[in-house]
Antibody, heavy 121, light 106 residues
Framework: QVQLKESGPGLVQPSQTLSLTCTVA????????VHWVRQPPGKGLEWMGV???????RYNSALKSRLSISKDTSKSQVFLKMNSLQTEDTATYYC???????????????WGQGTLVTVSS | EIVLTQSPTTIAASPGEKVTITCRAS?????MYWYQQKSGASPKLWIY???KLASGVPNRFSGSGSGTSYSLTINTMETEDAATYYC?????????FGSGTKLEIK
């Protein structure tokens, strides 16, 4: 059974660094790409970036200078780090897995439950 | 960046009514993806590759379109369909989402 679960601090101070972990089960990170998507309260979805099954990454250029995604395949964990947080970074952060591991992008068929991160002093 | 514009922003429909949500892309995309999100829940993949229903999606839903114009249609609205629907593309990086269409029951 495919599962993804985000974890991390619920509260981060402005200018600090956010660190989130996505722990997955039911599939291997060497076979599937995992993405991060965030959603400010009451607003829409924003794609943040992806870590490929090969370990390469691609980021949304709007966040690229602040964002880093990595993984530990042996622990089935994907990590997100974003620095210089501001209040507008307050959002629910989701990790999501693509539907297939072949044939190109196929949609996000599996999502974590999301974790709400509030940026406030 | 490809901007996806959804319309309407909000729509109220009665049970049994036909509903169409449109998504227009600022540049041509190869495929469109649709997600359903209910309050407090994670999004769910609803339609992939423009017209294919994700697992468990009722066949009253359909998707169509090409180029810069796509749509999601509900043939006969049911109360459980009330949710926010987002379109999404990845023909061009960054992957982008539409701003969402909130579908309510009348």
């Amino acid at each position: 059974q495919v599962q993804l679960k985000e974890s991390g601090p619920g509260l981060v101070q402005p200018s600090q660094t956010l660190s989130l972990t996505c722990t997955v089960a039911g599939f291997s990170l060497t076979s599937y790409n995992v993405h991060w998507v965030r959603q400010p309260p009451g607003k829409g979805l924003e794609w943040m970036g992806v870590i490929w099954n090969t370990g390469g990454t691609r980021y949304n250029s709007a966040l690229k200078s602040r964002l880093s995604i990595s993984k530990d395949t042996s622990k089935s964990q994907v990590f997100l780090k974003m620095n210089s947080l501001q209040t507008e970074d307050t959002a629910t952060y989701y990790c999501a897995r693509e539907r297939l591991n072949y044939g190109g992008y196929s949609g996000f068929a599996y999502w974590g439950q999301g974790t709400l991160v509030t940026v406030s002093s | 960046e490809i901007v996806l514009t959804q319309s309407p922003t909000t729509i109220a429909a009665s049970p049994g009514e036909k509903v169409t949500i449109t998504c227009r892309a600022s540049s041509s995309v190869s495929y469109m993806y649709w997600y359903q999100q209910k309050s407090g829940a994670s999004p769910k993949l609803w339609i992939y590759d423009t017209s294919k229903l994700a697992s468990g999606v009722p066949n009253r839903f359909s998707g169509s379109g090409s180029g810069t114009s796509y749509s999601l249609t509900i043939n006969t609205m049911e109360t459980e369909d009330a949710a926010t629907y987002y379109c999404q593309q990845w023909s061009s990086t960054p992957l982008t989402f539409g701003s969402g269409t909130k579908l309510e029951i009348k």
